[in-house]
Nanobody, 123 residues
């Protein structure tokens, strides 16, 4: 069992920045991919970004490329999502997840999920 805890959400004006953190209770063999998803009010949960623990290889949704950056600190079992140039349409609950597949944008490839952190971007 892996517990994931997100933090760093909040209210920010359009054009601003936030950094989200996701800390895993422990590293589990095989769970090499960490990802961020988001769910806006009344919408489906969507992929944002993913990273591999060992290689640091990353993968982004087109909607956030060039604005968001995912990174990891293996010593702290923590993954970060740096969000710059935020837009009102980035408003959502942000969830981190971990899975055994490669870099994937499919929710079904992730087994453990955090409780989420809310991000609100005002116009």
């Amino acid at each position: 069992q892996v517990q994931l805890v997100e933090s760093g959400g909040g209210l920010v004006q359009a054009g601003g920045s936030l950094r989200l953190s996701c800390t895993a209770s422990r590293r589990t063999f095989g769970y090499e991919t960490m990802a961020w998803f988001r769910q806006a009010p009344g919408k489906e949960r969507r992929f944002v970004a993913a990273i591999r623990w060992n290689s640091g290889t990353v993968y982004y949704a087109d909607s956030v490329k060039g604005r968001f950056s995912i990174s990891r600190d293996s010593a702290k079992n923590t993954v970060y999502l740096q969000m710059n140039s935020l837009k009102p349409e980035d408003t959502a609950d942000y969830y981190c997840a971990t899975g055994t597949r490669g870099l994937s944008d499919s929710q079904s490839d992730y087994s453990y999920w955090g409780q989420g952190t809310q991000v609100t971007v005002s116009s």
